[in-house]
């Protein structure tokens, strides 16, 4: 069953929980924002994900960093990391880092939370607790909502996976992420040694 408002507030910050009761948009709209908790509305399943760990949020910002820079370069929009995306009826997806492009961004209030509609690019660093067919699923409903690309990092692994409209490709750390689907013809480049590398401090 769906959590009462005050009794989420009252789960253990290192939950990883679905709610088995549907919710609405309406609904999820009303949840009371609580630290350390991210939640996401699955075809109106409520799940809730404590704060990642630190390797996670290292290569997120890396991610982040890489392609601000590019983005801004390019002039092509805008790179956030961490919003709420509102994919569907009652799907909101939350990913590590998303790309905004500039004719997206014209049509979006930058005072309102979820942006309505995916983004261009979403980046998803996978984490061992997350299910393998429920990171599938999340792509699909990305790549449904008219997502360019989504690309998955799996940190444990060193391994990137790049989805969009023709299949899926995987690049090892030995790989550089050269892309430009997303990006209007530029091509962004990102050597994932040196993503992987920096991860940790060794």
């Not at 809730?48 to 092509?76: C, D, G, K, W, Y």
């Not at 990171?135 to 998955?152: D, E, H, M, P, S």
């Not at 409209?165 to 750390?173: D, F, I, K, P």
Request: some cysteine.
């Amino acid at each position: 069953m769906v959590y009462g408002f005050e009794a989420i507030r009252d789960l253990p910050t290192g939950v990883h929980m679905v709610a088995t009761t549907k919710l609405t948009y309406e609904d999820y709209e009303k949840l009371p924002e609580r630290e350390g908790i991210i939640y996401e509305l699955d075809e109106g399943e409520l799940l809730m994900e404590p704060s990642p760990a630190l390797r996670h949020n290292l290569i997120r910002q890396r991610v982040a960093m890489e392609l601000t820079q590019f983005i801004r370069h390019h002039h092509l929009g805008a790179v956030v990391e961490e919003m709420d995306f509102r994919l569907g009826l009652d799907t909101v997806r939350n990913p590590d880092v998303a790309f905004i492009t500039a004719d997206h961004l014209k049509n979006i209030d930058p005072d309102l939370s979820p942006v309505e509609g995916a983004p261009a690019l979403a980046v998803e660093v996978v984490s061992p607790s997350n299910l393998a067919q429920d990171t599938v699923k999340k792509v699909r409903q990305y790549l449904a909502a008219g997502c360019r690309a989504v690309w998955l990092i799996y940190p444990s692994l060193r391994l990137v996976e790049i989805h969009d409209a023709a299949g899926v490709r995987s690049l090892t750390e030995q790989d550089s992420l050269d892309e430009d689907k997303p990006f209007a013809g530029h091509k962004f480049s990102l050597s994932l040694a040196v993503l992987f590398e920096t991860d940790l401090q060794k």
